[in-house]
């Protein structure tokens, strides 16, 4: 894929993201509807185009080639030993996840609860941990790909991973504003590992759409959880029936 080209995929995604059309699109610039579908089709921008469409969308050029750049980022962990220090700090752990999200210092100060010196001494470990840079005026630069990810069963899964997962699930979803769904079915091993694979792509669909946001405010966004998990079920942890020691046959 050209450059251009990943330019205008992230265009399409961000125009996705914020609910916006070809259509809607059109207006907003003094074209018409098959001139824009002209202009991403043939991916014909001059920067003068370009840079009125990131207007449109509440992102400016830099931001925009940082997301397209990133697409080709591959998804990594950290390692023990980085993961392990952020265990062991749950300010240090929340501070970085902020960044992760294209928070500012200032913004955290604007927000958060914490003295600038505290702020800037988490910045100096996170650097020092080699996550992050540390510029002038505290300005950060991410030394990981966005797509970070935790270790399996490593230290912060270990140390916050079950008390996370029930102060999630201890919420009214409703009345949060929330969608809670649990299903109980009867799969054969086909269907158990398609649905994983859907499961699997709707992650990947969910980080997609948190980078596109990240080049919003920080004020314009807020944490949005989301919980995916499947496995085999013992229907008898809630209806009081034993299965007999024999397994049943496949079939």
Same mark, same amino acid.
Request: aromatic share 8%.
């Given at each position: 894929m050209t450059d251009t080209q990943q330019?205008?995929?992230? *265009?399409? +995604?961000?125009?996705? @993201?914020?609910?916006?059309? =070809?259509?809607?699109? @059109?207006?907003? *610039?003094?074209?018409? #509807?098959?001139?824009?579908?002209?202009?991403?089709?043939? !991916?014909?921008?001059?920067? @003068?185009? *370009?840079? +009125?469409?990131? /207007?449109?969308?509440?992102?400016?050029? $830099?931001?925009?080639?940082?997301?397209? /750049?990133?697409?080709?980022?591959?998804?990594?962990?950290?390692? &023990? /030993? +980085? &993961?392990?220090? %952020?265990? !062991?700090?749950?300010?240090? %752990?929340?501070? $970085? =996840? %902020?960044?992760?999200?294209?928070?500012?210092? #200032?913004?955290?100060?604007?927000? =958060? &609860?914490?003295?600038?010196? &505290? *702020?800037?001494?988490l910045l100096a470990r996170l650097d020092r941990l080699q996550l992050i840079e540390l510029l002038p005026k505290n300005r950060v630069r991410l030394r990981t790909p966005k797509l970070v990810q935790l270790r399996p069963g490593g230290p912060i899964h270990r140390v916050h991973g079950k008390r996370v997962v029930d102060e999630f699930l201890a919420a009214q979803f409703d009345r949060a504003g929330g969608l809670f769904r649990f299903e109980c079915r009867e799969l054969s091993k086909a269907s158990y590992a398609l649905m994983q694979r859907r499961l699997e792509r709707l992650a990947a669909e969910f980080l997609e759409l948190a980078e596109l946001d990240s080049a919003l405010p920080s004020r314009r966004r807020e944490t949005i959880g989301v919980l995916l998990a499947m496995r085999p079920w013992a229907l008898s942890l809630v209806t009081g029936l034993k299965a007999r020691s024999a397994t049943r046959s496949a079939t």
């Open positions: 330019l205008v995929d992230v *265009l399409k +995604q961000l125009l996705k @993201a914020r609910g916006l059309t =070809y259509a809607d699109l @059109a207006p907003r *610039l003094g074209l018409s #509807h098959a001139s824009v579908k002209r202009l991403f089709s043939a !991916q014909t921008f001059t920067l @003068a185009r *370009l840079a +009125q469409v990131c /207007r449109v969308l509440e992102i400016d050029f $830099f931001d925009l080639a940082r997301l397209a /750049r990133g697409r080709t980022d591959s998804t990594r962990e950290m390692s &023990e /030993r +980085q &993961e392990t220090a %952020l265990a !062991q700090d749950a300010k240090l %752990l929340g501070v $970085f =996840y %902020l960044l992760l999200s294209d928070w500012s210092a #200032h913004d955290i100060l604007d927000v =958060y &609860e914490i003295p600038e010196t &505290e *702020l800037v001494r």
